[in-house]
Structure formats: structure tokens, C-alpha cells
């Protein structure tokens, strides 16, 4: 069962220190409109060839536009092997709302 967090924890662990990968695999036009600074970001349609790029010891957490799609990535990661991946809910839509009201949203 996947993990669910709030843009507002992410947010309390990165600030806190937390090493943290945020992996977002949304499509590079989407990236273009509204993206988080710092993101790994891999397409989900890459996922399967390209998860080797990322540490499975390092905790993850995964986004895309409204978290339907990073739930499924968190969950082939926790099929490989990662330890601790968690899902964005709401994704980037829910951060913009949350956090960060100039993300545009689309």
C-alpha cells in the first residue's frame, strides 16, 4: 500500500533537512508549464528502464499533476526494492493550492 503525504509535509521535511528525492514523472510539456525546483524527473513512461538512475536506500517521493499517476510509479518502486517512497497527494495541482499559488495549473 502506497503512502500518501501532503505538499505541507514534504515541505516541513525538506525543510527540516530531510534528505529527500522528489521524482516527478509527469511528460516534459508539463514540466514546461509548472514544475518544483530540484525534481529528479523521469516520465512515468520511463520509469521501467530508467529507476536504476535513483537510489532505492534514499526516501522518495513521487509527484505528477494530481497524483494518480505517481501512485502508480510509488508502488512499481516498492516492487523493486525502495524502501521508503511515498505518493504526492494531489500532486503538483495540490501544492499550488497548498503552497505555492503561482504554479500554474493546468
Same mark, same amino acid.
Given at each position: 500500500?502506497?503512502?500518501?503525504?501532503?505538499?505541507?509535509? +514534504?515541505?516541513?521535511?525538506?525543510?527540516?533537512?530531510?534528505?529527500?528525492? &522528489? /521524482?516527478?514523472?509527469?511528460?516534459?510539456?508539463? /514540466?514546461?508549464?509548472?514544475? &518544483?525546483?530540484?525534481?529528479?524527473?523521469?516520465?512515468?513512461?520511463?520509469?521501467?528502464?530508467?529507476?536504476?538512475? /535513483?537510489?532505492?536506500?534514499?526516501?522518495?517521493? +513521487?509527484?505528477?499533476?494530481?497524483?494518480?499517476?505517481?501512485?502508480? +510509479?510509488?508502488?512499481?518502486?516498492?516492487?523493486?526494492?525502495? +524502501?521508503?517512497?511515498?505518493? /504526492?497527494?494531489?500532486?503538483? &495541482?495540490?501544492?499550488?493550492?497548498?503552497?505555492?499559488?503561482?504554479?500554474?495549473?493546468?
Amino acid at each position: 500500500m502506497v503512502r500518501e503525504v501532503s505538499p505541507t509535509d +514534504v515541505a516541513a521535511r525538506q525543510a527540516a533537512g530531510e534528505p529527500l528525492v &522528489l /521524482l516527478d514523472v509527469r511528460e516534459p510539456w508539463e /514540466l514546461a508549464i509548472a514544475a &518544483l525546483p530540484g525534481v529528479v524527473a523521469i516520465p512515468m513512461g520511463e520509469i521501467a528502464q530508467r529507476f536504476r538512475e /535513483l537510489s532505492p536506500q534514499t526516501p522518495t517521493v +513521487v509527484v505528477c499533476r494530481s497524483g494518480s499517476r505517481s501512485r502508480q +510509479v510509488a508502488g512499481f518502486l516498492e516492487a523493486q526494492g525502495f +524502501v521508503s517512497v511515498d505518493n /504526492l497527494a494531489g500532486g503538483i &495541482l495540490a501544492w499550488g493550492r497548498e503552497l505555492d499559488p503561482s504554479l500554474a495549473a493546468y
